[in-house]
């Protein structure tokens, strides 16, 4: 499957086979190809918590209100960001590049997130937003559905996941087989209605 009918064909899915279990080296791919989603400065803050105890999925089924897909997908994803990363040794996110670069670019890391903590977690919402459609979108091209999910207590998903204070929940994702089908789209908007040319006014 091409990444355009990976887009179009993409839905939300919440009814899962309970026994179809994705490979792990299935698995390993599906993050191997998240973990290439971009983030600002490189510096890779999205942390992926797989999910594969099952009494701990029965515990994050109850803080989401009790919604399937939590426990009959194949795979459940928390993921997370580390509000911190940008300062964790950020040699290590430029360590293949040339010194010049090295040398131009980790100061400027500090400088733009030094202090700003809203800063650190919009960058956080952002980085793990894109992995999750890449996570989504590569899963559909292996032929398997997904579905995105922010229903759910945070407070209690960061307890039982036992999250760091300094990192940040931002989603889960939940992917596995079909199954039934989504339901027809509720309706797109129109592009004039979506899109602007220039400014609002």
């Not at 490979?23 to 191997?32: D, F, G, M, R």
């Not at 580390?82 to 360590?95: H, T």
């Not at 036992?162 to 199954?179: R, Y």
Request: hydrophobic share 40%; aromatic share 8%; glycine share 4%.
């Amino acid at each position: 499957m091409n990444t355009l009918e990976a887009i179009t064909s993409r839905r939300s899915i919440k009814h899962y086979q309970k026994d179809y279990q994705i490979p792990e080296h299935e698995l390993e791919q599906l993050l191997s190809l998240a973990v290439l989603s971009p983030t600002a400065y490189n510096i890779q803050n999205w942390r992926f918590v797989v999910v594969k105890d099952k009494a701990l999925r029965e515990q994050l089924r109850v803080a989401a209100w009790d919604q399937a897909q939590i426990t009959d997908a194949s795979v459940l994803i928390v993921l997370c960001a580390d509000l911190n990363a940008w300062k964790k040794q950020p040699e290590r996110y430029w360590a293949n590049a040339p010194v010049e670069t090295q040398q131009f670019l980790l100061p400027m890391i500090e400088q733009y997130y030094q202090g700003k903590d809203s800063v650190q977690r919009d960058e956080a919402m952002r980085s793990c937003g894109m992995a999750a459609q890449t996570l989504m979108l590569s899963a559909k091209a292996m032929g398997y559905d997904s579905v995105p999910m922010d229903g759910f207590d945070f407070n209690k998903v960061a307890e039982l996941i036992k999250l760091p204070e300094d990192h940040v929940i931002s989603m889960f994702v939940a992917i596995g087989k079909a199954e039934k089908p989504a339901w027809p789209r509720g309706g797109q908007l129109p592009l004039n209605q979506v899109v602007i040319e220039n400014t609002f006014t």
